[in-house]
């Protein structure tokens, strides 16, 4: 078997010889019926290049991950990579460049004659990296990278280096990584995106020097993660992405403890649903970041009634105390109970809902002005700084559609759908449905009139100077439409009215034609964007 597979071994990892990116692992070693010579069984990454799923001829050899991810390679074709030392010199040589490396040195003049260029010239390159001792950042990513070499060797020749990029190479046991920080003493950032590292860890020395760590796509597993709180005592940051995670195994009953370092924790693109499973971290006493973009997840909640048992040690500890950014991005989120349970995290400043249904107002989702409003602690929605004027516009705006769309008169039911509405005429000195006000007095907001500006913007429509027009706040968006066409004599041409809001980067789009400006929330000082139907 060993002869067959020429010094290669099951499970190890490869890439094809000449291309460090095609990388897979090996699965069989071995005869392949009708074929002369040893062959190679690999399983590719992401099915790169593959031609069966690990049988061939009715014979399977092995199981591969696809349909078409695996393949027989001779040995010849297959290479098992590179020492870390060897690629960081291969990276950041000084002599022999390529011709590719040496044209990023030089310009052409008009005649095609090459002109060195001062700043970056090959004599300051050699000067710059001729010691690497004074390298501090470096990436040796897809260079096929399979084991850290010896250590005194890595450690003499980068040893005040704090960052290292090992995305796309081919290590996959702990123990190599774990040599390569106790190499790297003053190492602070390691990336291993795209490294398909073992979801098993046997002995583990403790490393305090390393504060953020990326394992995006290696195929992990949170109980692989939670093995790892004890080598990696010192986190500040954990990245996650694409692991399909959807279970943070825990002890039953208890939480995810010992991450009390972790400030950022990202679990973007996988495969959470249940906001229970964040739950889980809850008591993770510095965190303040969790990002959850591009999740399946449909609901949030405070934990309100948190177990006596739960907080580790001090029953005292409010969930989530620290958190301050959370990122909910591309989930499946449609009810206005998880907007409005954002309001009870203790330290929430920055939300993001976007490309959620409820954050969608094509599928009838809630605008961004209704967001703001809903959202009382928030100072960054969806990317966007929430200005204080913003914040009393959308505050002043959501009051008025609440008034104008009242689903019921009973203080009790309207605090239910509306929990801040209340609060907010309080803030904002309405009552019932008077606004006050220091010039006109009075107003009742359904009834009274509204200042308008309309702006032409169609190709078709020629120039024409914005206008300002009182309307009453019953105006429907048909009947404005008809306004614009006699405005701005548009007669021939089907109008399509956009809202203009301060911290949206796209104007709304006002379809219900029978919805009028107060049910919209629209009030004086609005803009409305007059366009026409492609």
Known sequence: MAAAGAGFRLGQRVHAAGDPRRAGTVRYLGPVDGH????????????????????LAGRRYFAAAGERSASFARPAALSPGIALPDAIRLRYRVDDFTKEEQDEMYVFS??????????????????????????????????????????????????????????????SKWKDIFSLCQALPSLEVLDLTNNRMENDIAESPVLKNIRVLVLNNCGVTWELVGKLKVPFACLKELHLIWNNMNIITTPVGKFVQRFNTVRLLNLEDNHIVSWDEMVKFSYLRSLEQLHLNKNKIKHVRYPSNPPSSGPPGDVSVLPFEKLQVLLLGSNEIEDFLSVDSLNLFPSLMDVRISDNPIADPAKGGAPRFVLVARLGNVKILNGSEVSARERREAEIRYIRLVMGKAESDDPEVIKQLHPRFAELKALHGIEDEKPTSRTLGPQKMSSGLISITFKCVGPSMG????????????????????????????????????????????????????????????GAGATIIVDEEN
Do not use: Y
């Open 36 to 55: 002369a010579g040893g062959w190679v069984g690999v399983d590719w990454d992401g099915g790169a290049g593959g031609r069966h799923d690990g049988s």
């Open 463 to 522: 120039e024409k100077q914005p206008l300002t027009k009182k309307l009453p706040s019953t105006t429907t968006v048909g009947k404005l439409k008809s306004l614009c066409e006699s405005f701005f004599k548009l007669k021939e041409i089907k109008l399509r009215l956009f809202l203009e809001e301060e911290g949206c980067p796209l104007p709304q789009l006002l379809e219900e034609e029978t919805a009028s400006l107060v049910e919209l929330g629209i």
């Open 110 to 171: 008009t005649s095609q004659k090459r002109v060195s260029v001062e700043l970056v010239g090959t004599n300051k390159v050699r000067e710059k990296l001729k010691n690497f001792d004074e390298l501090l950042c470096a990436s040796v990513s897809f260079m096929g990278v399979s084991s850290t070499g010896s250590p005194e060797e890595l450690q003499g020749l980068v040893p005040n280096l704090r960052q290292l990029d090992l995305t796309g190479n081919l290590f």
